[in-house]
């Protein structure tokens, strides 16, 4: 289990020698309850699933398309198994046919890892996972990269239902791809990449070859979102995986200031500045320089000699996962997290359950640490198991995994617990090779969590047959260990709460020697519909895999296939080095890489690996990748191909040879950088653009959501008018891609105008009135101009997220009644709200009290219901002491002449808003409404939570 006190992303790897492959790790709020497990066929060791719960009690049935044995049970294909799982439990599961297409399915969201132990196709023995996506988080258009080593036939499978590190001694290739081809950048540069259009899309693409050797590079495109892979090979050894996400960037005073770097926003280094990833808005408070330094101008940028990095104790953000076993003997192998910060002062803080490993970091903006592992924390047998890793963030880090022995590596980013989900598909190429490993583990106590196997596994004591449910129940940090010889793909692992799930191979071999490979899922509800997948030199196969009955489209060159596939189908295309492969479907699909491995055109061999396509729909504008000594680097970037004249590298940009990509309106390019160690990012200003980095240990893609809106995209933060007459202020909600609006005006002094095509306030000849805040509004009365600003909100979701008055947000997994916000000083009222994330319920309730004891309770039902004192009322309601509720048909609205506001929506979303009356003096979820993050975790007593978990519950009613 892995917490942090910010963002960060995750990879792991199994690593032995000869035998590594490398995972995400995605955070619990990337898993689900649906899942179809991808174990593609391949000669070698049993082919394995694990499915670990994420709460306590989770039931998970696995509808097997393999035979497993668990608990001395023989499952065969079709058949179910269930089993029940705690928190961070594992199921795990390994059966020597290809599980393939067995659906697992949970009750709460549970986290699947699937792969091969040790496979071989077209290599010798190589261990092979990946932690699999939910089915809610599949997609329907992807473009899969090739390969040079495609001549040996590497597959892509279609399933229906960015920060980048390369290897020591690996040939490093970042496959990218993008619209906007010509602002794409590699570590503030503009190589020469050769982009190649995708057909029937808008984007190109490229594959970028970038310098051998550990470094640190960025792969982005200013305004415009791309997408990147990351591809790493040398003689019997070879990974991949999708490039991390980097974090959005702000524009500010018409300059662009790239996420977590601290800026002075005026000459006398009184007012420094950081733009926010989450929501592209720059903030700025006061300051000045420390005692004994001075504001000096340096490169035409004010700064301080020095700072004073104050550290933090918080962890709001947790990351879990687990390393499955690898059984390449050679070597001890290493068990590594790589873990990138994108904020100033991160704190971040590692952890393996049940063992007295502990590693603290203080990290900034922009840096990289590698951290090492146990080495007990290697998964054994199949069983539950207790070896979680767990890692705390005071701020957003992304986090890759890897482990490594000689001539066996792979990655996979390790997702946050917001990730995770209930459904997950497994994903285990068939390969030569060890047993195919599938691990679930639990985020909450008494997770239930059911894989529906698609291969024989057994588990304690009992043999599962493929087509059997296995169900078992996990703890917190608890893992369920599957592992199989059979395909275990497309096995389905449910449950009860939100898991996470790794699968891959021991060790797995097909056109090279035994590798490592796996790979952490994304759950169902994180799919897609829309993919390009770039070509590489070496030939891989992509899969598609459904959750549910859907149609596909894809398009090789001048070959377009449509094909149907039910729940738990999957389908696999063969890719050669020439077109890019362009996927559509009428229902998210799960769409990964995996390449069989072998030899390129100079004779060096490579081992498979399996990488997740990332769908353009969650395509990013900001991609980093970590460049290696004596590695040859490369980027592939696909780009709309509007978009690709502002894709950058490193603020640069480089000569991209982009290429369309054939039906499309996207291009590709790939883009060769600078061998050596060092940072890059690679972005576009405005729009998402798709990054892939080959040769690189790949680091976890996360970035928030953009929005689209009235036909528009509109990027996450940047406020809008969505009138002529600039009286509805608009803002993409990156968390959750949506748009939302409320009343406004110009400020004091301004005016709207149209600009350039747009509503924009603009100076006037009315009079200013100090730092009005923007949003704020004005009104002349009585010869005098009266202005007022908004009030910050707080917010819950039904789905658990929610964000403090302060900005602290996080999600809530327990279902229960809580205390939202109580003044500390006074007892005017107390706002409380019960949550069923797993219902998708949220209800509010307002009592106000008064001086005669004689309290008023109002409370707001789903169904827009509103109930005063336990009866019915017919809206408007008023009172006399100063309370109104008014509804619509889709909201209700509560206010009181004190300076509350709740809000009532029919999604189910509560907003609480209260006057600068109420500053600094209230207490609950919602914090202290002081102006400051950092301190909102109080507690009844005043004191301050060791941890977001005590936070919730001290809260909880």
Not at 359 to 374: F, R
Not at 453 to 480: D, H, M, Q, W
Not at 490 to 503: A, E, F, L, W, Y
Not at 907 to 919: E, I, N, W
């Amino acid at each position: 289990m892995i917490r942090s006190s910010k963002l960060i992303t995750i990879v792991s790897s199994n690593q032995k020698k000869n035998s590594v492959d490398t995972s995400l790790v995605y955070p619990v709020t990337k898993l689900g309850q649906e899942y179809y497990v991808f174990t593609p066929s391949a000669t070698g060791y049993p082919k394995e699933l694990a499915v670990f719960g994420l709460q306590d009690s989770t039931s998970v049935t696995v509808e097997l398309r393999c035979t497993v044995t668990f608990e001395g049970r023989i499952y065969k294909p079709n058949e179910k198994l269930t089993a029940h799982i705690r928190t961070s439990e594992v199921l795990y599961l390994e059966s020597d046919q290809d599980c393939t297409g067995s659906r697992v399915v949970s009750d709460k969201p549970v986290g699947v890892i699937s792969g091969h132990a040790c496979a071989w196709k077209n290599s010798n023995c190589q261990h092979v996972f990946e932690q699999l996506l939910p089915v809610e988080r599949w997609a329907t258009h992807f473009f899969v990269p090739p390969l040079e080593y495609q001549i040996l036939k590497d597959s892509v499978f279609v399933f229906a239902s960015a920060a980048t590190r390369g290897m020591e001694g690996f040939s490093n290739y970042a496959i990218i791809v993008a619209k906007d081809i010509k602002k794409v950048q590699f570590d503030d540069k503009h190589p020469s990449f050769k982009w190649t259009p995708i057909l029937r899309s808008e984007y190109s693409w490229t594959l970028y070859v970038y310098e051998k050797g550990r470094g640190h590079h960025t792969v982005k495109s200013p305004g415009a979102p791309i997408g990147v892979y990351s591809v790493g090979t040398v003689d019997r050894n070879s990974y991949g995986a999708p490039a991390a996400c980097g974090l959005l960037t702000c524009t500010h005073n018409g300059q662009y200031y790239a996420p977590g770097k601290l800026f002075w926003d005026d000459t006398a280094c009184t007012k420094l500045c950081e733009c926010d990833p989450s929501t592209v808005v720059v903030s700025c408070q006061k300051s000045q320089c420390k005692a004994g330094e001075e504001c000096r101008l340096v490169g035409d940028v004010r700064t301080c000699v020095a700072k004073v990095v104050l550290p933090q104790t918080k962890y709001p953000y947790t990351y879990i996962t687990v390393f499955i076993f690898n059984a390449n003997q050679e070597g001890k192998g290493n068990k590594l997290l790589y873990i990138t910060s994108y904020l100033s002062d991160t704190n971040v803080l590692v952890t393996v359950n049940k063992s007295p490993f502990k590693k603290e970091l203080t990290m900034q903006g922009g840096e990289s640490v590698t951290v090492e592992l146990p080495s007990d924390t290697e998964l054994r047998g199949t069983g539950k198991f207790s070896k979680t890793v767990i890692i705390h963030s005071s701020k957003f880090i992304t986090i890759g995994s890897s482990k490594q022995k000689k001539n066996s590596v792979d990655t996979s980013l390790v997702y946050s617990m917001t990730k995770s989900g209930q459904e997950y598909y497994v994903f285990i190429p068939l390969a030569w090779g060890y047993p195919k490993e599938v691990a679930v583990f639990g985020l909450q106590d008494s997770t239930s969590v059911t894989v529906e196997l698609k291969c024989a596994v057994t588990f304690e004591g009992k043999t599962y047959e493929p087509n059997e449910k296995l169900t078992a129940r996990i703890s917190t940090s608890e893992v369920l260990y599957l592992n199989s010889n059979q395909d275990c793909t497309g096995t389905r692992v449910v449950s009860d709460k939100p898991v996470g799930v790794i699968s891959g191979y021991d060790c797995a071999s097909k056109n090279s020697k035994c590798q490592h490979a796996f790979e952490q899922l994304l759950p169902v509800e994180q799919w897609g519909t829309s993919f390009i997948v770039p070509p590489v030199e070496y030939q891989v196969s992509v899969y598609i895999l459904a959750s549910s009955p859907t149609h596909v489209t894809y398009q090789l060159g001048s070959k377009s296939e449509d094909i149907n596939l039910s729940a738990g189908q999957w389908k696999e295309i063969s890719m050669d080095s020439s077109p890019p492969l362009v996927i559509f479907s009428t229902q998210p699909v799960q769409v990964l890489y995996y390449c069989n491995g072998g030899k390129f055109s100079d004779g060096s061999s490579f081992d498979p690996f399996i990488m997740d396509i990332e769908p353009t729909e969650e395509f990013y504008s900001s991609y980093t990748l970590e460049g290696k000594e004596d590695i040859s680097n490369q980027a592939f970037i696909i780009a709309m191909t509007k978009d690709i004249k502002e894709v950058q590298f490193d603020d640069k940009r480089p000569s991209f040879k982009w290429q369309q990509v054939p039906g499309t309106e996207y291009s590709w390019t790939q883009y060769t950088y600078k061998k050596g160690s060092g940072h890059h990012i690679l972005m576009h200003p405005s729009a998402p653009i798709g990054v892939y980095s080959m040769g690189s240990i790949v680091h976890p893609s996360f970035s928030v959501l953009t929005c689209s809106h009235n036909g528009q995209y509109r990027p996450p933060g940047k406020l809008f008018w969505d009138d002529s007459a600039c009286t509805k202020l608009c803002e993409c909600d990156g968390s959750t891609g949506l748009v939302t609006c409320k009343e406004s005006s110009c400020k004091a002094g301004e005016e709207c105008n149209i600009v350039g095509g747009v509503s924009e306030c603009v100076a006037t000849t009315s009079p200013a009135h100090g730092n009005l805040l923007q949003g704020g509004s004005c009104v002349e009365k009585g010869g005098a101009w009266l202005c007022s600003t908004p009030e910050p909100s707080c917010y819950l979701l039904p789905s658990g997220a929610f964000k403090s008055f302060d900005g602290l947000e996080d999600w809530v997994w327990t279902e229960a009644t809580y205390s939202l916000a109580v003044p500390a000083t006074q007892d005017a009222f107390r706002i409380t709200a019960h949550l069923d994330p797993y219902s998708d319920t949220v209800e509010p309730t307002v009592i106000f009290h008064s001086k005669s004891g004689e309290d008023l309770k109002v409370e707001v039902k789903k169904d827009l219901t509103t109930v005063v004192n336990g009866k019915a009322v017919s809206l408007p309601f008023r009172t006399d002491n100063g309370l109104e509720i008014v509804g619509s048909e889709n909201t209700v609205v509560v206010q009181h002449t004190s300076g509350l506001n709740l809000r009532y929506c029919c999604h189910g979303k509560v907003t609480v808003t209260l006057t600068a009356a109420f500053r600094g003096k209230m207490t609950g979820l919602c914090g202290n409404f002081n102006g400051r993050a950092d301190d909102d975790l109080q507690l009844r007593d005043g004191s301050v939570a060791d941890s977001i978990e005590d936070f919730y519950e001290d809260w909880t009613i």
